[in-house]
Each structure stands twice: as C-alpha cells, then as structure tokens.
C-alpha cells in the first residue's frame, strides 16, 4: 500500500497489467497505468455514447477528485460500489447460471459495438447487485481488433480438425470462451447435474482462477456423463466450432446460449423448503394483521434501527430477509441450504428485491485464500498498491460480510445444540459481523422441538450435561458486554427474541 498513513485506501486484490482497483473514501476506484489510458477512454467513451447497451456492466464514471500522494494515474475510472463480495462457490446453481447467462448477453452486446469481452465467463468479472449479476471488471472490455494481440488466446492445442479453416481472429475468440467460459461456467453447470451442487462447488473453489493453476475440464465433466445430456454438450459444441469457419461468431454466441438455457440446475428439494409453511408463518407481506408477535416484533425494531446492510444468517427461504429488503435495506442472506437459497434468489429475481443470497457455512466458514506462486511470477503482473500474496483474492465471510444489522432468529440452539460450538465463540462471531445491531431468537433446552426431534441436536444428545451454559443468562451476559442496549421480548415460555443495538466498539 502506498500510503499507509491513509486509513481510507484500502486495494482491492486482482491482477491486471492494465490497471488496479482499489476503494477510497468509501468509492471503488480503478488506477490506469501509463500507456493504457487512452484505449481505455475510447471503449469507456463507446460504451456511454451507447448509454452503456442497458446490459448489466456496473456504472462507470471518470474520477477527477484527489488521491492521497503518491497515487499517479493517466486515468482514474470510478464504479458504483456493489454492497456484497461474493464467488462462484457461494452461489446458488440458479445464480451460475444466471451470471453466465449475463456473460453471453454482455458479450452479445458488445460484439455489435465493435468491442468484445476478452476474458468471457470468469467468474471473478462477476458480482450480484441484489439478485443481478454485474460485470465488474471494466478492463476486460476491448476493441474488437485488439484481441488477437492477446498472447494467452493463441493457442497451439488441437482442439478440432476445423480449426485449420479458422482466422487468426476465429481461433482466439474460441480461445475466449474454452479458456474462460467452459472451465468458469459451463463445466460446474454440467457438474451440479452430473454429480450433484456439492462437488460442483468444491471444484469451483479449489480452481479458482489465480488461486490455482488446475482447471475443470471437459474429460472430468463428462465422464460418465447421462445421456442425452452429454450428447447435447458435443452436438452443440461442433456446431459452434462450425459456425467459426464462416466467422460466424453471434451464430457461435447463441448455440451457447442456448446450450446454458436448456440446463435445468435449479435446486427445489430439502427438508426445509417448507419451514415457514409447517411453521404457520408464511404470511404475506402486505397482510400484517395476520403476523404472529415475532414478525411485528421484528417488523418494528427495522423501523427503530433503519440498518442500510443486513446480513440475516440462517435466512432459510427469506421471509425476514424479505421484511428488510421491503424497508430499503440491502441484504445478504446466508444458509448452508443451498435449495433454500436457490428458491430465495429466484423469488428476489422476480420481485427485483435488493438480496444476495449466499450458501455459506456460518459455523465452518472458509478461510481467505491466496494467489499461486506460480501467476506471481508472471513477468506481466505488476501490483503496485501492495506487494504479491499480501492480499488474499479470496476473502473470507468475516471479512465481507459486516452489515448494520445483523439477524440470527432460531438458529443459534442448531449451531450449538445441534453442532456443538460453544454458545459464547457462536455469539462473538454473530457480533463480529455486525457493525450496530443484533437481533437474535434464543430458544430455550426445554422447547417442545428441541426435546422432541433429537436427532437434529446430536451433540446435545451425544453429551447432555456439556451443555450447561446454554441458557438464557449466559447469552444475555455476553451481549450486555458488547452493546450498549439489549431488549428481551419473550415470545413463549421457551423462545426470547433479543434487540441488541448500540454496539461497543
């Protein structure tokens, strides 16, 4: 970092010979270094001359404020700030698919303005506003004419017997996406359906691009593969290795696209699809004089706290996430229920509801991870805003997920009854998310579901007496010691709701 006396420059991680990324004073930035600054003005000028296409790249502005000393660009860019982070290996399959889609229909757009996508399908070039996928990463917009100066799309493999027919140009657009989109996107698709979204997403986290130099390929993703789903794969494949030879590159697009379409990955089955159902909460929102104590409860501490960000853990299917993002806030919703998240996201999709759901395991959540050595000594990376491997490019929750409102409602006995943290570590994680407020449902060892579905609290079960500083108390000690206001409100004999605000930095 350049200055470390500027506690308001933070850089954001990326390799990019072109420029860098970083956020000051609360605004993302991204520094041009010397020599790129004018092809990068001619694709931001056609791009605003074109009002953007109306397709999902994030808004783009010339920054002309001041930068601390020492920050010299030719070119400074500013993006709107997307609230959440989030990978490929947090998304729900609906959202994979939903971002590849958008990655098509970007560089669909972009091909009839002359410009193309270099580096089309790379996950990382992707961030959802709410429910909507947002390309990032403005950099990897280019003229037309300069792909073929990319040295890493020209490609010596043999892939097909047409490729002898093919242009220059041909062979590094198909490089494009056989580099880029099947390994980032199409491949996990085919793998959430082959071998389900569990493998899916293990293989996406530990390929992650620059964090490894392994990669999905199409021999792993089709072994064994069904048919007709694999014959489809190959049909359309060699037609759009066809459609090159006659430089047909949107015949190329839309075989893909159609390809992505015709994947039904959408998650629908879980135990817990139905919880607000079986529950007797599953009221509409506009219906309030049907609410139960706690979503009034709930209801009017959103209008008490007024949070901008709120993170509701164990969201299930959202009806609270829902409630908040109603009342204006941005949300991210976070579950280890990756059917409920996916049923989440497509109800925020089509009420275009500002929530990011997430599948994130609270109580194991992964770490942040680095760069391979190996990229690092690429000869064309340079980072000037800090050294190499100081920055992770994968971040961990803890350090993404800070919101100002934080939501735990009949969660917290399942993390410690059922998994076996202990109660205070379970309560200081839920309070190192939040940045205010905290609001919580402490249900009791004596509640009737507690007591009568054992095998959902196996640790409890396994060690009865490990557990006697799981009551009430206990919980109330920990949070009087981090917030400034703590407000019970007994929902029944067994079941607190907790309103914690004011926190104690």
Same mark, same amino acid.
């Given at each position: $970092? ?7 420059? #933070? ?5 990019? /010979? ?12 991204? %520094? ?6 004018? !092809? ?13 296409? %109306?397709?999902? =790249?994030?808004?783009?502005? =010339? ?8 920050? &010299? ?35 669909? *757009?972009? $091909? ?9 399908? #790379? ?7 709410? *429910? ?94 069904? &048919? ?40 629908? !089955? ?9 529950? %007797? ?32 853990? %164990?969201? &299930?299917?959202?009806?609270?996430? $829902?409630? *908040? ?65 100081? $920055? ?14 934080? =939501? ?39 509640? /009737?579901? =507690? ?36 407000? #019970?409100?007994?929902? &029944? ?13």
């Amino acid at each position: $970092m350049k200055s470390a006396k500027n506690d308001h420059l #933070m850089p954001l991680s990326g390799f990019d /010979p072109m420029g860098e990324v970083f956020v000051y004073n609360n605004s993302v930035l991204r %520094g041009i270094f010397n020599g790129h600054d004018k !092809t990068v003005k001619e694709v931001f000028d056609s791009l605003k001359s074109l009002n953007f296409l %109306g397709i999902d =790249i994030v808004q783009t502005n =010339i920054f002309n404020g001041q930068l601390p000393e020492g920050l &010299n660009y030719p070119l400074i860019l500013e993006h709107e700030m997307i609230p959440f982070i989030s990978y490929a290996h947090e998304w729900t399959p609906s959202m994979l698919k939903d971002a590849a889609l958008s990655q098509i229909r970007l560089m669909k *757009a972009l $091909m009839k303005a002359n410009l193309i996508l270099k580096d089309c399908g #790379m996950t990382t070039n992707v961030l959802f506003k709410g *429910a909507r996928p947002v390309h990032v990463d403005f950099l990897s917009i280019i003229q037309k004419g300069e792909l073929t100066k990319e040295d890493w799309l020209k490609s010596s493999a043999f892939i097909t017997p047409l490729q002898v027919l093919w242009s220059e140009y041909a062979g590094c657009f198909n490089q494009v996406f056989r580099a880029m989109f099947f390994p980032c996107m199409l491949y996990p698709l085919h793998l959430i359906l082959f071998k389900g979204y569990h493998y899916a997403v293990k293989r996406i986290y530990e390929t992650h691009m620059n964090t490894s130099t392994a990669t999905i390929t199409e021999k792993e993703t089709f072994a064994g593969a069904p &048919n007709p789903s694999s014959t489809d794969y190959f049909k359309g494949l060699s037609a759009m290795e066809f459609a090159l030879v006659h430089d047909n590159y949107f015949d190329f697009i839309d075989i893909l696209e159609d390809m992505v379409k015709g994947l039904n990955v959408a998650l629908r !089955t879980s135990a817990y699809i139905n919880y607000y159902d079986e529950k %007797g909460e599953n009221f509409s929102l506009l219906d309030k004089d049907k609410w139960k104590a706690k979503q009034l409860i709930i209801d009017e501490a959103l209008d008490t706290l007024k949070p901008n960000t709120v993170l509701d853990i %164990g969201a &299930n299917t959202g009806w609270f996430s $829902m409630l *908040a993002a109603h009342k204006g806030a941005d949300v991210l919703s976070i579950d280890n229920d990756s059917a409920c998240m996916d049923v989440l996201y497509e109800k925020a999709r089509l009420d275009n509801l500002s929530i990011t759901p997430l599948v994130v395991d609270f109580i194991n959540p992964l770490p942040d991870k680095y760069a391979d050595t190996k990229i690092g000594d690429d000869p064309h990376i340079r980072q000037s805003l800090f050294p190499f491997n100081k $920055m992770p490019l994968i971040l961990s929750p803890e350090r993404r997920f800070k919101c100002d409102l934080v =939501i735990a409602l009949a969660v917290i006995h399942h993390f410690v009854l059922g998994a076996g943290m202990n109660l205070r570590d379970c309560l200081r994680r839920l309070i190192e998310y939040c940045k205010h407020s905290l609001m919580i449902e402490f249900v009791d060892k004596n509640d /009737p579901l =507690i007591r009568g579905e054992p095998p959902f609290f196996k640790a409890y079960q396994r060690d009865p007496d490990g557990f006697e500083c799981y009551h009430l108390d206990e919980c109330l000690k920990t949070l009087e010691a981090n917030f400034k206001s703590v407000e #019970m409100k007994a929902l &029944n004999d067994t079941r607190t709701l907790i309103v914690c605000s004011e926190k104690i930095s």
